[in-house]
Nanobody, 123 residues
Framework: VQLQAFGGGLVQAGGSLRLSCAAS????????MGWFRQAPEKEREFVAT????????YYADSVMGRFTISGDNAKNTVYLQMNSLKPEDTAVYFC?????????????????WGKGTQVTVSS
């Protein structure tokens, strides 16, 4: 299984970025995809997740209303639209996948991880 995240970059506070995560190597129909982030000297934290089977989503409180996770089943690609970005959103963002279990996903217990993409928000 391979997960590849794209779309990071440098943006000013208040701006937007869209991250993409392309998944390959298995059937993901019973899986959920998640986005996580890790800021310097901080632990990795859950950002958002989406279920491939029914499209249900769940967000961390810190990004609720600003970030939107979506998926394209045909392309096996998950997106994270990030609006109203803040300097505290600066982190390396990772996509990950596992069989559906919301509590495990929020806890970061994922089966597959991709390499991260850097997001930097300047003030």
């Amino acid at each position: 299984v391979q997960l590849q995240a794209f779309g990071g970059g440098l943006v000013q506070a208040g701006g937007s970025l869209r991250l993409s995560c392309a998944a390959s190597g298995r059937t993901f129909s019973n899986y959920a995809m998640g986005w996580f982030r890790q800021a310097p000297e901080k632990e990795r934290e859950f950002v958002a997740t989406i279920s491939w089977s029914d499209g249900s989503t769940y967000y961390a409180d810190s990004v609720m209303g600003r970030f939107t996770i979506s998926g394209d089943n045909a392309k096996n690609t998950v997106y994270l639209q990030m609006n109203s970005l803040k300097p505290e959103d600066t982190a390396v963002y990772f996509c990950a996948a596992r069989s559906q279990s919301l509590n495990d996903i929020i806890g970061g217990d994922m089966h597959y991880w991709g390499k991260g993409t850097q997001v930097t928000v300047s003030s």
